[in-house]
């Protein structure tokens, strides 16, 4: 990520990769650091890319606000003054790397994990800093204040470079302790400390320290002893049922959470290919606590003594998937010739179609991949049975689409149905397939992963799915794993496409990776070439 003074495509492009790499909840702010939106819905969602994109057109402007709290997993330390800088000193350890980042006025801002949804912003409580979690947010580099000051991360520190580490305890402890001192009496938030073993609270606080004590490895007997002097210094005679329950459902949920995750952690690596980093993992499955760190790790030795993934490399947390699984292909039975398919912009002289093709068009918004697939239909239903899926439109709006065509609506052939997802339970193995557009809000490393599920449905048919990316990248969302089983590569943005992967060519002399053609788009229907296919 760039430092310094940035382009305003550079803010936008660095508002998408926290949003989508790093999932956290982007909001756009002015130069005065005040939100341009309402933005206390993004306390509990994260914007999807498109409203970021619609964001940054109606504010060129803009800088970067990123939420603060859970729904990010971010509390962010705010360093005003050199005093703040030296108080931070002794709460934080030396030892503890986190992103850090320079403010326009001197300051930093250190991001950790946040703890908790009781966690509040609070200010000065430690000298010279404020702390933004729950309810806040911080404007983030490469954004720049009205006099082209920027926020800048230190080098290396940047949260693509390092993980945030947990707010520190001591940092929590001193501001729960101190939070009494500022308000003078006057009732104290709740993101301090419920106190355990008041009356009202033993029940939960029992649990909850048998929690901590299974988690921290100690055998059952041994809490037992704890819990037992626990009651004992209350004043009460332990009861051995209570205690043993409290032990069991410990024990459960430590378990549960552990089963738990060990299943999502296996989904998410065999929705993987290649190699991979647990970094990877944290982030994608959002893992916050050193506990769910440390199971992950103990979860990744056991896929690797189970032979699902291997250590890859001298570097530590590296891993790739063994896959051992293998597909005959009968190549003696193989059909010999590829599928007649008319393409817009006659990309059959370029690129050949095969019986069970994978084909990717990934558009940015408003690009013209609706009119690109009508085309496509068009220009092939009476020669092949054509089932098109769409996401977006409804039996009117199809109606109007199909309307702007110069040929009657009597005269389309072709069978279109509602659909938004699970695409490979209704794939027609046999037919062309026009997916319109297959959706991603978050989770988007698993596009590679729907794309298979619809590769596995194929027979002799093909597959053409729609995919929406950022403007002027050449991915779609879930980047180079939508792109894994495309034989044929489409990227589209206003008023040009691109081939951005054709493994079979048409003709043998002619390259058609890395071929771009301008068009013009009239009516929503009729692309107009203005400039053919050329070396881009």
Known sequence: ?????????????????????????VIPVGKDKKPLIKWESFQKRKAVPAEIQDWWQKWPDANIGIVTGVVSNLAVIDIDTEEGKKAVQELVPDSLTMPACTTPKGGQHLYFQCPDDKLKNNTKIVTGCDLRANGGYVVAPPSVNGSGKGYIWLPGLSPFDVLSPA??????????????????????????????????????????????????????????QVLENLIISWGEKPDPKWINEKIQSALKRVSVREKSLSEEVKDWVLSSNGVFMSSEVVNCLHLSSREEKKNLSKILSRLCEEGVIEKYGNKNGCYRQINNACDAIDWRNAPTESIDIKWPFEIERLVKVMPKNIIVLAGASNSGKTAFLLNVVRNNMRQHDIHYFSSEMGDIEFRDRLSKFDIPLTSWQFKAKERASDFADVIQPDAVNIIDFLELHEDFFKVGGYIKEIYDKLNKGIAIIALQKNAGQDHGLGGQRSIEKARLYLAMDYGRIRIIKGKNWANPTVNPNGLELHFKLVHGCNFIIEQDWLKS
């Open 1 to 25: 990520m760039n430092n310094g003074k940035n382009k305003k495509s550079d803010i936008l492009q660095a508002a998408l990769r926290y949003a989508e790499e790093l999932s956290f909840s």
């Open 167 to 224: 707010l520190p305890l001591a940092y929590i402890e001193y501001i729960n302790k101190n939070a009494v001192k500022k308000v003078g009496g006057i009732e104290v938030d709740e993101s301090v400390v419920t106190p355990m073993f008041e009356n009202g609270h033993r029940d939960d606080g029992l649990f909850r320290t048998a929690n901590s004590l299974v988690k921290g490895g100690m055998t059952s007997p041994e809490i037992f």
